[in-house]
Structure formats: structure tokens, C-alpha cells
T-cell receptor, first 112, second 112 residues
Framework: QKEVEQNSGPLSVPEGAIASLNCTYS??????FFWYRQYSGKSPELIMS????GDKEDGRFTAQLNKASQYVSLLIRDSQPSDSATYLC????????????FGKGTHLIIQP | KAGVTQTPRYLIKTRGQQVTLSCSPI?????VSWYQQTPGQGLQFLFE???????NKGNFPGRFSGRQFSNSRSEMNVSTLELGDSALYLC???????????FGDGTRLSIL
């Protein structure tokens, strides 16, 4: 079982709609959860961090964490073509001992 | 506030050579982590340094090593380069373990 799993996509969403990105993780001791956005040829850029169950909102982005079900999601409201990128889910396991463990990423395409 | 700075941006080496990559973290950040990104394996954790000490190491051979200096700048060294070492090497810094990590632009290493 992969430690952090994401659907590779591509996920195609019309402009203005809500994009929903999902991620599951295997280590129940994981404490910290992050979403990064990576444009082609660029380095990952931190979008959201979440540490406790529930929702966390920042502008058009909402991160959701459910530790019992071991999943994290990212919602992007009012999707824009500039949101087209690969979205990486990253997890730090208990104690922050092993750095970030990344999923392979979901390729999101926003259709104008 | 300046971001994470990595040098050089691009490197071309041949098999058997060695290479040293440099990373200057965000001012005030004491934790520096290194990652390797390839199309097939995605982003993989190499190691983390905090206050000049290696705290954690990923599943890479001993040819990959690093160090951190008293000013928190870090270097990564790869010896006896192999074709499979061709990748984007990313450095990320954070204030403390478990806190969000911010990435530099990376060094793209090509092995001929």
C-alpha cells in the first residue's frame, strides 16, 4: 500500500466550478498535512496546511481533514484557468521524523 | 523576505563524477530538507538537517550525503553519479520540524 495516494488524473473542471482533489494516507500517526501546487517546470508552492479534523478555509481554497478515515481533500471554488497545475498532497508522520511524504499528485485542468 | 535559494539551477555531469548542490534557507529557518523529484518516482525525501545535525534520512544510498552549516545553509553531495541520478533536486526550509516547508526553485541535474 502506498503511503500517500492520489488520483493522477487528469481531472478536468469547467471554469467557475468547484474542483475537488482527494488524498488518502496509510500512517495513522500522521500529524501534519499539506497541499502544494506545482506548475510544469516549477517547484512546489505551499497552498494549505491542516493539522486537526475539520475544514480550513483560505480564500478560494478549503482543506478538509478526516483522520478517522485517513483522508485529506482540497476544494477550489470558482476555479480559474490559472489553477491548472499538479496538486501534491504531503504528509508528515508522527513526530515529524521523516520529512514530507508526497503523493504522486493530481493533474488538474480548468477548462475556459 | 527572501525565499529559499538554490544554486546552481542547472548542472550537467557525466557518470562517475560527483556534484555538490547548495541551499540557503529562508532567513530564520533552521530546518532544511532535501528532496529528489523524478517523473517516475515523484518527490522523495532525501534527508533533513536541523542545527547542523542530520535528523532524518530517506531511503537513498550512501552516495547521497549532506551537511548544514552554522548559518543554516546546507549542501548536498552526490558521489559516483549514475544515470538514474538525473532529477530535479529540491531544497525546502521550515522554522521547525512539522511546520510548513517552503521550496526553492531546485537544481536540475542531468547525467550523461
Amino acid at each position: 500500500q502506498k503511503e500517500v495516494e492520489q488520483n493522477s488524473g487528469p481531472l478536468s473542471v469547467p471554469e467557475g466550478a468547484i474542483a475537488s482533489l482527494n488524498c488518502t494516507y496509510s500512517d495513522r500517526g500522521s500529524q501534519s498535512f499539506f497541499w502544494y501546487r506545482q506548475y510544469s517546470g516549477k517547484s512546489p508552492e505551499l497552498i494549505m496546511s491542516i493539522y486537526s479534523n475539520g475544514d480550513k478555509e483560505d480564500g478560494r481554497f478549503t482543506a478538509q481533514l478526516n483522520k478517522a478515515s485517513q483522508y485529506v481533500s482540497l476544494l477550489i471554488r470558482d476555479s480559474q484557468p490559472s489553477d491548472s497545475a499538479t496538486y501534491l498532497c504531503a504528509v508528515i508522520r508522527g513526530g515529524g521524523a521523516d520529512g514530507l511524504t508526497f503523493g504522486k499528485g493530481t493533474h488538474l485542468i480548468i477548462q475556459p | 523576505k527572501a525565499g529559499v535559494t538554490q544554486t546552481p539551477r542547472y548542472l550537467i555531469k557525466t557518470r562517475g563524477q560527483q556534484v555538490t548542490l547548495s541551499c540557503s534557507p529562508i532567513s530564520g529557518h533552521r530546518s532544511v530538507s532535501w528532496y529528489q523529484q523524478t517523473p517516475g518516482q515523484g518527490l522523495q525525501f532525501l534527508f533533513e538537517y536541523f542545527s547542523e545535525t542530520q535528523r532524518n534520512k530517506g531511503n537513498f544510498p550512501g552516495r547521497f550525503s549532506g551537511r548544514q552549516f552554522s548559518n543554516s545553509r546546507s549542501e548536498m553531495n552526490v558521489s559516483t553519479l549514475e544515470l538514474g541520478d538525473s532529477a530535479l533536486y529540491l531544497c525546502a526550509s521550515s522554522s521547525l520540524a512539522g511546520q510548513p516547508q517552503h521550496f526553492g526553485d531546485g537544481t536540475r541535474l542531468s547525467i550523461l
